[in-house]
């Protein structure tokens, strides 16, 4: 059976702030600790009004100052905005922290806008050679340092850092096979490629220092609530995030409405299709149903949760259900059939 983890995008809500949002993450993660979640992971983006993770790092040492197990880390720190030598430090100083409980999941993308990349003293390099450039200097800096090393990362060299690759295409399962490392696909925001990319990853997986055998794990929205009813009606915040994302108007997470979110505007029909279309939603018997289906299909051995629910105590309950209904699936993995309708369409 899979582990179950938790990411977070830290959301601000409709008239709620920053402080407010930094303050429930750590309660969530103080509960994910309490369930038995194996890691927690932030996810770093830039000029959005509704995400208070921007400062990846700082919020890492937030959540594990605040907590005393579980793991604690990036998913991910997009390494095109950043020196590697300044993110070797930066996790560096975390591992040396909290030792044994910092990852550092990295991705190629900006996680911004061009305007924000600009504004970030960033340029985005076509060279498509440069992100595993970055991968493999930002690993260098963690071994330990040789003594005719000019450049180090203090902390940083000597310390155990797991690096993970980051993917929503292809791309980052060729590279994670290639070094050897972990991989995590965001099946959340970009589930089609979902197959593809573990099927690559798994064939082309060369074992390394860091990992023996190929390691998935999936990222996937999971709202649920004591019934499938106020579960979709929960999951109305989240498609109306992603629709104002989707329409360049990001903005902080909006209360959930009385009804469903229609596609009555052009970009909605493909986005419910296309981007949230393997959502797990619903009561406990239909999340059930759903991490079955999903450790089934895909094999992962970790499963990453996120849910943006707007009630924060509503969000408390999604993940305490969603652990119970994966402590079943573990329980009952021999023979067990999933109901249907568990994966929004």
Do not use: C
């Not at 700082?58 to 880390?73: E, F, L, W």
């Not at 406990?284 to 149903?289: F, W």
């Not at 509503?314 to 994966?326: G, M, N, P, T, V």
């Amino acid at each position: 059976m899979a582990d179950l983890s938790v990411l977070d995008l830290v959301p601000i809500t409709a008239g709620g702030d920053a402080a407010e949002a930094l303050r429930n993450s750590l309660d969530l993660a103080r509960h994910a600790e309490r369930l038995g979640y194996t890691r927690y992971w932030l996810a770093e983006h830039h000029n959005m009004p509704g995400v208070a993770s921007a400062a990846t790092a700082v919020v890492i040492a937030h959540i594990a100052g605040g907590t005393n197990r579980i793991r604690v880390g990036s998913g991910g720190i997009m390494l095109s905005n950043h020196a590697p030598l300044v993110i070797a430090e930066q996790f560096g100083t975390l591992a040396a922290l909290h030792p044994g409980r910092i990852d550092l999941g990295v991705g190629r993308a900006p996680g911004a806008d061009q305007m924000t990349v600009r504004a970030l003293r960033r340029t985005m390099d076509p060279d498509p050679d440069a992100f595993p450039r970055d991968v493999i200097e930002l690993m260098a800096y963690f071994r330990p340092a040789q003594a005719d090393q000019r450049v180090q990362a203090v902390p940083g060299a000597g310390l155990d850092v797991p690096v993970w690759i980051l993917g929503s295409s292809t791309y980052g399962a060729q590279l994670a096979a290639a070094l050897g490392l972990p991989y995590a696909f965001a099946a959340h925001f970009a589930p089609a490629d979902l197959d593809a990319a573990l099927a690559i990853y798994r064939s082309r997986f060369k074992p390394s220092e860091a990992l023996a055998k190929p390691y998935v794990m999936v990222a996937m929205n999971i709202v649920a609530a004591e019934t499938d009813a106020e579960a979709f009606h929960l999951f109305t915040s989240l498609q109306q995030a992603f629709f104002n994302l989707r329409i360049g108007r990001p903005a902080p997470l909006p209360p959930p409405l009385p009804w469903g979110v229609g596609p009555d505007h052009p970009a909605a029909a493909g986005l419910f299709a296309e981007v949230l279309a393997r959502s797990i939603v619903g009561g406990p018997e239909t999340v059930r149903a759903g991490l079955h289906a999903l450790i089934a299909r895909t094999g992962a051995d970790e499963i990453m949760a996120t849910a943006g629910v707007f009630d924060h105590h509503k969000r408390l309950r999604s993940f305490e259900i969603a652990a119970s209904a994966a402590h079943d699936v573990r329980a009952a993995a021999e023979g067990w059939e999933p109901a249907r309708g568990a994966l929004v369409s």
